[in-house]
């Protein structure tokens, strides 16, 4: 299928000179949980927290309401093991939001979820142990359903590379960064030393499981982490995305005079 996103945001790497007047794009964390443990993921290993079905649909109503256009449910588990994704997704459609999503490609509840589904990446790799005939059949389905992109860090894996030239589908290549939980790299590609102005904090929010809003889908510790959601009184996220600390991360990419240590070294500019 073909993607059908028209959301220039997400994709062109256009300069802001001022933040939208609410989020644009809402990165939910729906579940922390992960079937996998790849070289190149912090995620602390034994974290397995779901957000509740309701909390969730009202997040999202709120911000469908309020400006929102798209929608990732995902961060740092596997999206597609919380048990209520695909009724999650189709609500998300309901609501009038686009939705990405990107997966190892396990679907433990099925691939039927898929139909809801806008913008699917999928991760195929020796780190993630599934370079194989199954996926490569899972794809092809997915692929009816949706429109899927790859992305490895297999470079040089012909087979991968084979296989979606046969199947027209879009292959991402992405470095091999060890990282843990504090952020720290033991290897980052740097295509040059140039500061970049990351976009994110202009029109994307992340809000995590644990209901902690935070500016930076990259940075997995606690120091991206702004206040708290309370669920009872939504219109704190308006506040949130006016508040001083996002005011000042924008500023900082404005003026391409980063203080943020871990903004300086991340090199992850526009990723989606």
Known sequence: MKKNFNKDYLFDKKKWDACSEFPLHLDLELNTSCNLACLMCPREKDSSEDMPLNVAKKIIKYCS?????????????????????????????????QVMINSNGSFKHGLSCAKYIDWLSISVDKYHGNVNKEMFKKVKELKKMTYVEIQTCDKDNKEIAE??????????????????????????????????????????????????????????????????????????????????????????????????????????????
């Open 65 to 97: 309401e309020n400006g929102t256009l798209t929608i990732k449910p995902f961060w740092r588990g596997e999206g597609t093991l919380y048990p209520h994704i695909e009724e999650i997704l189709k609500y998300a459609k309901d609501c009038g939001l």
């Open 163 to 272: 296989f979606c030239f046969n199947n027209k589908i879009k292959l991402n290549h992405n470095p091999i960064v060890k990282r843990n939980i504090k952020n720290e790299y033991e290897y980052i590609s740097y295509e040059n030393n140039e500061i970049k102005q990351c976009t994110h904090p202009f029109w994307r929010i992340l809000i995590g499981s644990d209901l902690y809003a935070r500016y930076c889908c990259i940075r997995w510790d606690d120091s991206a982490r702004l206040s708290k959601i309370d669920i009872n009184n939504l219109d704190c996220i308006k506040e949130i995305w006016n508040n001083n600390t996002y005011y000042n991360i924008r500023k900082q990419h404005l003026d391409k005079k980063i203080i943020e240590k871990d903004c300086i070294n991340c090199k992850h500019c526009h990723v989606v």
